[in-house]
T-cell receptor
């Protein structure tokens, strides 16, 4: 059974800091990995999708990497801003379904 | 272009009552999904529909039924609500089942007393 763990569970940083969110999984037989952002009381917004043949994706201040052999993905956020405050979820495609981590709650203080 | 819409946004039910959650997408996507999210946990797949006319069970299907009414609409029905079904329900869609980016609706917050 695939298990997805996100560390840390919560993170509070001052504005401007660079930060890394971690996602680990137990079975490397995955196809794709997606990072989502969830604002309180809202749905999920897709941030980055890394397909199985790729190792990383970038969008603006966000960079996500995927290392299937070690069972890890990281989401790097550069020059964090208060507007980045949200819950960040990773989800991987495994066995024809998406398996989600519990998320990292990020708070960026101004 | 509204994306994925869900109704209602909030609902309170008494144990044993039934209700249907509605979901519609206007992106001409083939695949649609229903997820459940409990506090502090990731989303779990309840049911999905790979294409119009097909539905399949996900990780936590017990207590739920679904209908893929047409390509746009995918509904989730609770036949006899239980307090354990208090949760936030998200509908999502994607172009294909195997696997493109999934787009999510805003969610329905359901409380069963």
């Amino acid at each position: 059974k695939q298990e997805v763990t996100q560390i840390p569970a919560a993170l509070s940083v001052p504005e401007g800091e660079n930060l890394v969110l971690n996602c680990s999984f137990t079975d490397s037989a995955i196809y794709n990995l997606q990072w989502f952002r969830q604002d309180p009381g809202k749905g999920l917004t897709s941030l980055l999708l890394i397909q199985s043949s790729q190792r990383e994706q970038t969008s603006g201040r966000l960079n996500a990497s995927l290392d299937k052999s070690s069972g890890r993905s990281t989401l790097y956020i550069a020059a964090s801003q208060p507007g980045d405050s949200a819950t960040y979820l990773c989800a991987l495609e495994y066995g024809n379904k998406l398996v989600f981590g519990a998320g990292t709650i990020l708070r960026v203080k101004s | 272009n509204a994306g994925v819409t869900q109704t209602p946004k909030f609902q309170v039910l008494k144990t044993g009552q039934s209700m249907t959650l509605q979901c519609a997408q206007d992106m001409n996507h083939n695949s649609m999904y229903w997820y459940q999210q409990d506090p502090g946990m990731g989303l779990r797949l309840i049911y999905y529909s790979a294409s119009e006319g097909t539905t399949d069970k996900g990780e936590v299907p017990n207590g739920y039924n679904v209908s893929r009414l047409n390509k746009r609409e995918f509904s989730l029905r609770l036949e006899s609500a239980a307090p354990s079904q208090t949760s936030v329900y998200f509908c999502a869609s994607s172009q294909e089942r195997d696997f493109y980016e999934q787009y999510f609706g805003p969610g329905t917050r359901l409380t069963v007393t």
